[in-house]
């Protein structure tokens, strides 16, 4: 136990002081610790990063356009139809995309982890790899592929059929065709959550129950469900959270089809004339039910805790499909057409189309976009440098600090510790359009200007991604042990000294992974860099927007396709460096 | 907000104050002026004008002054105002030159004191006097419609609409794309000419034919061109030609009631970072040589009268237009916008 042994430590620190005192306290008034600085200023820069954005939400939202406190806002906000639309339909869409993952991810999961499945290392691989896609670049896939009239997917629909020009099979415009996109990209996380717990799912209670005669549909009705229900709900959360606070899919779904979800709205409010007032308001709804249902994620994630705790068990026994073997795997394909095999094909066939909707030919095949967008267009250069900064820049600062709290937090190093857990966790609760109007309020005026400097970039990045990694890097501290840095303080090393010397080098697989997810992370995040972005600071999903808003799909095929071909390579360095426990526990948000 | 309170403070000057033009005398591009553009070596072009148009554009002027390079910053006009506002407020200094689709933010920028006066010869002698500002602060770089146009491959000429209320027949519900006022210059200006001809009702009408709606005035001819909708209620003129001419089958189709007219202004920012490469640019486009280049590549209506319009394309004397009014649009434009969403409910 961490706790006993410091305090073991604490104990032969005070003797070995008391042995020799004088010279010991001479000496480490002279080695100044750097503990409590340390942590006064993590505090404070955790209290910039999200305290002010958030205090100054909450301010806007209860003040006029003079400045005057008021609650008119929440008024509007809860009687105005162009409010209460979006609330609602928001409700829908995540409650909807909730459950579809679910029903989707639930048998995946299971088919992958626990049967005899053909391929399903594969399929495990290829579901994590669909979530390299930023979900508003696969929107606009899925624009190419089920737009009614264009759709490439309509089309091959109406020449199989025959049917008229009017007809579509599919319309991605329209309430179901959005909760559809955003399910492709979600249910990949509760596939993880899913897949993993039952990896780790003792096996011995399911050989239990089939040798005290149960049949095999009683012991999964039993023993599996029951075992895997808490993590399901958690993955539940997880997917609702996603689909609530999403941006980029919405903007570009659910605008041509003339309804807007609460994002939508907010960032809507932010066209001129800005309303920085109601947008506040707006934000808060999402900020509660936001942390209402991380406290519900908690408490079901905690109770998963009697499934796994115990000695060691055995691996979990495969569950033999025998002749439904490769329909499963068919099956296990076809659901990953969805987020994968057909929106790329969409995007490649787009690339180097010159019309999105026609199917490249060998004689139509044209390079006219790439020259587009790396020769003329004069956006792309800036924008490549500008992600890239950003996403090398959030990743390495964002690893460090998650490091050093996670460190602090790990080690109960200094009183006051608990403070910097819960600010570091903070940020899972904010938004990321949430996140953009607060930064924004903050940082327009004095003394921290920072708008329009790819600082304010920066700091949201950071903070976003700040509770995965902390995360992360945590649980990687609990496995090494204290003892280690013990005695390397009571040999007379600095804490600092300590944990460069020991600790970092035990945890360098989990600070690379950590560091490669931030940064893939970063170079898909759209909702607060649409709020924050000014043209000096523009970033690639902010330009892959721009051009969706004047219908340039060609170059946005390019450029999406350039953005995931980096995005891969960062995450397969990843796996390799990271090996793969760390690189296989994803960050507990998207970006979008 | 701030339009409100400056057109206050306006309201407080004496009307005709102002006898003679403040316009600064007219400039020629010097010798001396390209070489401080080049050591400035980059301007920033912010304009409403498709892409496709725009980067050319720059790299032309890029291949005639080797040595500056142009950041061209394109999105809808609403947006660009939206990012001034925003940056300036900010003290973000980036912007050079602006041009954009919605003349009447030139009256609020003028105003403002945000525009930096700059006349060219081209200017004095070449644009006519309605096309430019009396004291020299902007100047209109070329005209553009915003007809209606419709797929040949998805309507038969015989069924396709000749008139803006054509649009209500039941026979077209699904079939329409139309732009945003609230980020197209090009489609504010022509809300608020439609509106003022047909009235609000007939938006509401247009509401109820299930229309996708797309942000900028340059999309409509790109989803006709996809196939994805029929009919364009409306969009930028030039890009539906500017397809035709590639083979797709569009036809343009000037509605009776008249076709909205955009006149897209330009002018130098005044805390413009490279304010010489600013004048190079502003004094290049406006010149012969740039303005040939706008109307060949696309055959947008020059502003340079000693420019001739693109063959193949209706002279603009031959439309009927309707009459542009900025000032209108300055005044009404929060107005025009709030209504919109609310009926369009986006």
């Known amino acids: 136990m961490p706790g006993s042994s410091r305090s073991e430590a604490g104990s032969a620190d005070l003797q070995v002081r008391s042995s020799i005192p004088e010279e010991r306290t001479w000496r480490s008034a002279l080695r100044f610790d750097l503990s409590r600085p340390v942590l006064l200023a993590v505090t404070a820069l955790l209290a910039v990063m999200i305290v002010l954005p958030m205090g100054w939400l909450i301010a806007y939202s209860l003040s006029d356009k003079q400045g005057a406190v008021t609650l008119g806002n929440f008024v509007t906000l809860f009687t105005d139809p162009s409010f209460v639309d979006p609330l609602i339909t928001t409700l829908i869409i995540a409650v909807s995309v909730s459950t579809i993952c679910c029903l989707v991810a639930a048998p995946l999961g299971w088919l992958v982890a626990r049967t005899d499945m053909p391929i399903r290392r594969i399929v495990r691989t290829l579901v994590m790899a669909s979530l390299v896609t930023p979900p508003f670049v696969g929107a606009i896939a899925w624009e190419m592929l089920a737009a009614p009239n264009s759709g490439l997917l309509n089309q091959l629909w109406r020449s199989m059929t025959g049917m008229p020009a009017d007809e579509a099979l599919l319309d991605i415009y329209s309430l179901t065709g959005l909760i559809f996109v955003i399910a492709c990209y979600t249910f990949p996380y509760v596939f993880i959550l899913l897949a993993n717990a039952l990896d780790r799912m003792p096996g011995e209670l399911e050989d239990a129950s089939s040798m005290l005669g149960a049949k095999t549909w009683q012991t999964a009705r039993r023993i599996t469900v029951p075992l895997a229900l808490p993590t399901l709900l958690a993955g539940a959360l997880v997917a609702f959270l996603q689909a609530l606070n999403l941006f980029g899919s919405p903007a570009i779904l659910a605008i041509p089809a003339g309804f807007h979800t609460l994002t939508t709205r907010i960032w809507s409010l932010f066209q001129f004339p800005p309303k920085p007032e109601l947008a506040a308001a707006a934000s808060l709804p999402l900020l509660l039910l936001t942390i209402l249902l991380l406290r519900g994620q908690a408490l079901a994630l905690g109770r998963r805790g009697y499934a796994v705790l115990g000695g060691k068990y055995g691996e979990p026994r495969l569950v033999r499909l025998g002749a439904w073997r490769w329909p499963a795997a068919a099956l296990a394909l076809l659901i990953l057409a969805m987020p994968l095999f057909l929106p790329y094909a969409a995007l490649f066939n787009s690339a180097f189309s010159r019309v999105a909707s026609r199917l490249v030919t060998l004689d139509t095949i044209t390079l006219h976009n790439v020259r587009f967008t790396f020769l003329e267009l004069s956006s792309t250069m800036p924008a490549l440098k500008n992600t890239f900064l950003l996403a090398t820049l959030s990743a390495t600062l964002g690893a460090l600090l998650a490091l050093l709290i996670a460190y602090i937090v790990s080690r109960r190093a200094v009183t006051g510790h608990r403070v910097l857990a819960f600010l570091a966790t903070a940020p899972l609760a904010i938004p990321g359009i949430v996140l953009g109007v607060g930064l924004f309020l903050a940082y327009t005026r004095p003394p921290l200007t920072l708008y329009g400097t790819l600082w304010i970039l920066l700091i949201a990045f950071i903070t976003i991604e700040l509770p995965a990694a902390y995360q992360q890097l945590s649980s990687a501290f609990h496995a090494v042990h204290p003892e280690l840095e013990e005695a390397g303080r009571m040999l007379g090393a600095s804490r600092l000294r300590t944990l460069a010397d020991i600790t970092a080098p035990l945890l360098r697989s989990a600070v690379i992974a950590t560091w490669c997810f931030v940064f893939v992370a970063v170079i898909r995040e759209l909702s607060a860099a649409v709020i924050l972005f000014t043209s000096e600071t523009k970033v690639l999903s902010v330009l892959i927007f721009d051009l969706k808003e004047s219908g340039d799909v060609g170059a946005i095929a390019v450029l999406s396709l350039t953005m995931v071909a980096i995005t891969t390579v960062v995450v397969a360095v990843a796996n390799r460096f990271g090996g793969g426990r760390e690189a296989s526990r994803l960050p507990a948000r998207a970006a979008g | ?346």
């Open chain 2, 1 to 346: 907000m701030r339009r409100r309170t400056l057109l206050g403070a306006a309201a407080l000057l004496p009307f005709g104050a102002r006898i003679v033009s403040a316009a600064p005398p007219a400039e020629t591009i010097t010798p001396a002026l390209i070489e401080a553009a080049k050591k400035e070596g980059k301007v920033s072009y912010y304009t409403a004008m498709d892409l496709s148009v725009a980067e050319p554009m720059a790299k032309a002027f890029e291949a005639k002054f080797p040595g500056i390079k142009v950041a061209v910053e394109r999105t809808g006009a609403e947006r660009l105002f939206n990012r001034l506002a925003q940056e300036t407020a900010s003290n973000i200094k980036r912007c050079d030159v602006v041009n954009s689709s919605d003349a009447a933010h030139f009256i609020t920028w003028k105003r403002e004191g945000w525009l930096q006066p700059y006349v060219t010869v081209d200017i004095a002698e070449n644009v006519a006097p309605e096309m430019r500002d009396p004291d020299g602060a902007f100047a209109n770089q070329r005209t553009h419609l915003s007809p209606m146009a419709y797929n040949i491959g998805l309507v038969k000429p015989e069924d396709a609409p000749k008139a803006f209320n054509d649009l209500l027949d039941p026979k077209y519900a699904g079939k329409l794309v139309k732009g945003h006022p609230g980020y197209s210059g090009t489609i504010m200006t022509a809300t608020q000419q439609v509106a003022r001809e047909l009235g609000w009702g007939y938006f509401e009408k247009l509401a109820k034919q299930k229309v996708m709606q797309v942000q900028s005035a340059t999309e409509p001819p790109k989803k006709l061109e996809a196939g994805e909708r029929a009919v364009a209620v409306d969009g930028s003129d030039y890009l539906f030609w500017m397809a035709r001419e590639r083979g797709v089958p569009i036809e343009v189709v000037y509605p009776v009631e008249g076709t909205p007219l955009i006149s897209n202004p330009m002018a130098v920012f005044k805390a413009a970072p490279n304010p010489n490469a600013a004048r190079l640019l502003f004094a290049w486009i406006m010149s012969g040589e740039g303005q040939e280049f706008i109307v060949n590549l696309s055959g947008q209506y020059p502003a340079n009268l000693k420019v001739k319009a693109k063959a193949g394309r209706p002279p603009l004397s031959s439309i009927k237009t309707l009459r542009e009014d900025p000032v209108e649009v300055e005044k009404t434009a929060d107005e025009i916008k709030a209504k919109y969403a609310r009926i369009f409910k986006v």
